[in-house]
């Protein structure tokens, strides 16, 4: 009996494909060649691959018992509440230094061009 495995892309990999599709239609609009496009994707793809983290968080808070369950869930709130904030900010922090990059391997590209 034979078993057929589906295997999903990684979380990286989706990401990446979401990233690639942006900066596909970005230099589509732009009137970028096939060939600059081509060369470009498979810069950003390195840079990405390089660069591609999952950061984790680990938090071991003993609260004293005689805290109520309303105390440790506002607690608990506050905590998960500022975890979001930070990874939000990394996020967009991330975007940027992409964009950044993105556009100096436009300028690279063109440069390289001209020779």
Same mark, same amino acid.
């Given at each position: 009996?034979?078993?057929? /495995? ?7 990999? +989706?990401?990446? /494909? &979401?990233?690639?599709? !942006?900066? +596909?239609?970005?230099?589509?609009q =732009? ?5 600059? !496009? ?15 983290r999952?950061? !984790?968080? =680990? $938090?071991?808070?003993? $609260? ?9 869930? =506002? /607690? ?5 509440? =500022? ?6 900010? /990394?996020?967009?922090? !991330? ?10 391997e436009?300028?690279?590209? &063109? ?5």
């Amino acid at each position: 009996m034979t078993t057929n /495995i589906i295997e999903f892309p990684t979380r990286s990999v +989706r990401e990446w /494909i &979401k990233v690639e599709r !942006t900066i +596909r239609e970005t230099l589509e609009q =732009a009137g970028a060649s096939q060939e600059m !496009t081509e060369e470009v994707c498979g810069r950003m793809k390195e840079v990405y691959e390089k660069y591609d983290r999952v950061f !984790t968080f =680990a $938090l071991g808070l003993p $609260l004293p018992e005689h805290l109520s369950l309303e105390q440790r869930r =506002a /607690i608990d709130n506050s905590i998960r509440n =500022a975890v979001e904030g930070l990874t939000k900010e /990394i996020h967009e922090y !991330t975007n940027q230094v992409l964009f950044d990059r993105l556009c100096i391997e436009i300028e690279l590209y &063109k440069m390289q061009s001209e020779k």
